[in-house]
């Protein structure tokens, strides 16, 4: 799986968009951008996914750059509820596959009321 | 929560003792996994199964053993506690629909003095 570089942390007011970056210049061809977040003491929680085009869910936005090498997640309107580690992860769609994520160290989103 | 549960949710335990943690999905979901998470790590996956009886390690297996004997639940079991083995343990399970979309139980916090 191609290695992904996140910033610690990030802060945010709250009903601002959030907007987290995650760079993967090492990424394949095969290989989608997923993003999960833990709330404090809780399991990680799937957010989105994608390949190469933008998209959007209920959840947030997920912008991928042109060359696949970066990514942005958006969550459009940030609330108290938000604050939480957001990781990024790269790996290939193998749906009928049984291995595990690699979670990195994620970023750190605390979002200021 | 896609109907995970873990038990025990805390577990205080002496080095060198058995200690047995249990994932339980109402689901008949296929693939079942377990990690832990350390202070300041991401999620690090110990061990997998693809089905009944049908187990594969993870990146940190060592130490620990699991088995299935039936779909609806996963056992991991920690043959001889030691205090490397105190962590906050995530069972999870890939629900299919969205590839790599796991779904994560709510943990269990064990304490190996």
């Known amino acids: 799986d191609a290695k992904t570089t996140q910033p610690t942390s990030m802060d945010c007011a709250e009903g601002r968009a959030a907007n987290l970056p995650c760079n993967h210049s090492?990424?394949?061809?095969?290989?989608?951008v997923y993003w999960y977040r833990q709330i404090h003491s809780q399991g990680p929680q799937y957010i989105i996914h994608?390949?190469?085009n933008n998209e959007t869910n209920e959840m947030a936005s997920l912008i991928i750059t042109e060359d696949r090498k970066s990514s942005t997640l958006i969550l459009p309107h940030a609330t108290l509820r938000d604050t939480a580690v957001y990781y990024c992860?790269?790996?290939?769609?193998?749906?009928?596959?049984?291995?595990?994520?690699?979670f990195g160290k994620g970023t750190h989103l605390i979002i200021q009321p | 929560d896609a109907g995970i549960t873990q038990s025990p949710r805390h577990k205080v335990t002496e080095t060198g003792t058995p200690v047995t943690l249990r994932c339980h999905q109402t689901?008949?979901?296929?693939?079942m996994y377990w990690y832990r998470q350390d202070p300041g790590h991401g999620l690090r996956l110990i061990h997998y199964?693809?089905?009944?009886?049908?187990?594969d390690k993870g990146e940190v297996s060592d130490g620990y053993s699991v088995s299935r004997s039936k779909t609806e639940d996963f056992l991991l079991t920690l043959e001889s506690a030691t205090s490397s083995q105190t962590s906050v343990y995530f069972c999870?399970?890939?629900?299919?629909?969205?590839?790599?979309?796991?779904?994560f139980g709510p943990g269990t916090r064990l304490t190996v003095l």
């Open positions: 992860i790269v790996r290939v769609a193998t749906g009928g596959g049984a291995d595990g994520l690699t």
């Open positions: 090492t990424i394949s061809g095969n290989e989608y």
């Open positions: 689901e008949n979901h296929r693939y």
């Open positions: 199964s693809y089905g009944v009886k049908d187990t």
């Open positions: 994608g390949l190469k």
């Open positions: 999870a399970i890939k629900e299919g629909r969205v590839k790599n979309e796991q779904f």
